[in-house]
């Protein structure tokens, strides 16, 4: 996916270096592609000078339902792991939002962030036309994802390595969804009318 935007080599995204952790009511997902051919996007808004790149791609879950995402890349070898140089290539910050439509159904929204040309309203524009671009196809994804789901139910779903940040993140959901159910159900106060009377201005 993403070919023309924000993927890059399919294989890159496969050996990716991970790390997930987690506490009571968040997460934070770490992705590492050390030594990688830089996407579309990134060369739209960076010179590389036709050199690899160390990719990251950081997200912080907090819940029930929002997303901060920090990604981007320098030039490969420049220190962008091992000392936390991340200055002068490519970066981005995306929020993401979700909210529940249906039992099969979310409106999700999202706000991407210039972090490489923030003095550019040109740049954040490409910027956002190619961030909107992915995200469609990530629709479309998704869309196709929840039509097997309906159809087949989730019995017969089998997790993957990369699926390890999914499965902590529905862990969460499902502590706080059955600690919620363990609340007594809110009663409602009895309400009283309140006339306020209003004097006109002499």
Known sequence: MHKTTIGGNPMTHVKAEMDVTRDEKSLKYVRWMINSVPPPTYTKAVDFGGSNVDRWQEFAFSAPSNILQWSGAVKTGTGAR??????????????????????NTCFYFFT?????????????????????????????????????????????????????TRIQLRRIIKKMFDEEQKLPAAVSAPTARIEIPITAAK
């Open 112 to 164: 991407p962030a210039n972090g490489y040309k923030q003095g550019d309203p040109k740049a954040t524009e490409v910027l956002y036309d190619q961030i909107a671009e992915a995200f469609m196809e990530d629709k479309i994804f998704c869309e196709g994802q929840q039509a097997r789901i309906d159809e087949r139910g989730e019995a017969h779903l089998v997790d993957i390595v990369s699926d390890a």
């Open 82 to 103: 091992e000392h936390g140089n991340r200055e002068g290539g490519f970066s981005l910050r995306i929020f993401h939002g979700l909210t529940p439509e249906t039992d």
